[in-house]
């Protein structure tokens, strides 16, 4: 549409003024769009809502079960646009209309370190790779396989991208490929993963409308996104989810070692009395705070969590911590808080699987929990055994399943996310306190003994 010309009568633009809404289809990940207990999250969403905000109109979410199904209820009228870490490319082109890309992502082989590297496409032959159907990283395996004839893969509609790459973590996967980005938002919670190489040329990420002649809507949001680049906006809003997982990686434990030093030492003695009073162990109570701030008192996250313990707003309003800051508040906060939950779980569930529970509980809200519960039982699984209801937490992300359970929607994969790192810190820590109560030990007994 030229500058100066009046808008078609019944442009997309006009009739979502009327309207006072603009609807966006997405689709529940990490990298897209979650509810967290301040509201909703995620990149797409927050520029989308932006967006929204832009125009002067409220923002409607319109969420689809998985990532294919994006593009179809696209197509047939169900939203606007389509925000849903989308690559622009030619074959979609033919029936879409892109904004202008606000990201690249590249498609990337996954291993775990310390298992055989694929170092090119034809060591991928005879491994045990699976991807989820109808996504980005199955295309271009199909692309791939027409110059490697003899490759073979699973593809699945029953686990996501996020949950092939747990898979590949805990070994029971060879290979998976993953959009980068998904794979940099999961390396800091399994910096073992390892990128082994990238298939194909890195691919733009934008916003998808219907290819209609009128393309007011789509311009619209080419003004928008150039504006919000230019502002800084954009950097600022790529940081804020991708900032802190561009710094995770491996030798994430070798900061943690010296933060060990250099950080605990100013927190211990507030976590041992936290500890002793409340019965936990303070280098647990360590574990959690170094996975929730990295023994920052002064930490915000963008869900809204803040403090040493990172607690939500209402959490501390139950536990009657006035200063989300302060360090001493939101360690008592966070022990009682634990302590509480460990409390309430069922006296059947037995030690170690009552601890990951109740991590799990801190994380998700012990709801949350109780519904993975059930669903483990209707499954013929162990509802008081941690692995077995670990493997259906991130099902409560799932339309099929959270729509029947009692407390909705939850981000299923974090709280398991949030047991494994506590867990890993908590090894890494007490094995630390334990070789240096010992050097201590040797020490004293040094000094102790007679002069020969």
Known sequence: MLAGCPMPEKSQL???????????????????????PDGAAGFEYDLAKAFADHLGLRLRVVVAARF???????????????????????????RLRFAPSYRQVRQQVVYRLGDERPAKAEDLIARDIEVRSGTPS???????????PDLTWTETDAVGPEEHLQLVWEGLLDLTVADSNVVALNRQYFPELQVAFDIGNPEPVAWAFRA???????????SFLQEFKRSGALAQLIDRYYGPASHSNFINLTVFRARVHDRLPNY????????????????????????????NPNSVSYTGVRGFMMLTRDTA??????????????????????????????????????LWFALAAYN??????????????????????????????PLLADPKWHTR?????????EPVRFVNRVRAYYDVLTKIDDDEKARRASRALKLKAPAI
Do not use: C
Request: charged share 30%; aromatic share 8%.
């Open 68 to 94: 294919a199904d994006v593009l179809p209820r696209l197509l047939a009228g169900e939203a606007a646009f389509a925000a849903a870490n989308i690559t622009d490319t030619e074959e979609r082109r033919a």
């Open 317 to 354: 309003a139950e536990l009657g911590v006035d200063d989300r800051l302060d360090v001493a508040a939101s360690i008592e906060g966070g022990a009682r808080y634990l302590r509480d939950l460990l409390d309430r779980l069922p006296s059947r569930i037995t030690p170690p699987d009552r």
């Open 268 to 295: 211990q003695q507030l976590l041992e009395d936290a500890g002793t009073k409340y019965k936990i162990d303070w280098r647990l109570l360590a574990a959690m705070a170094y996975q929730e701030s990295y023994w």
């Open 405 to 413: 359970a009692k407390y909705g929607y939850a981000r299923g994969d």
């Open 212 to 222: 209609t002649d009128d393309a007011s809507l789509s311009d619209a949001a080419a």
């Open 138 to 148: 199955a295309e271009h395996l199909r692309e791939l396989k027409q110059s490697v």
């Open 14 to 36: 006009l009739v979502a003024k009327r309207a006072g809404e603009i609807a966006v289809l997405t689709y529940p990940s990490t990298t897209t769009y979650y509810e967290t």
């Open 364 to 393: 998700t809200g012990i709801y949350h929990l109780e519904d993975a519960r059930i669903l483990t039982q209707e499954q013929k699984g162990d509802p008081d055994r941690w692995t077995d209801v670990r493997q259906r937490l």
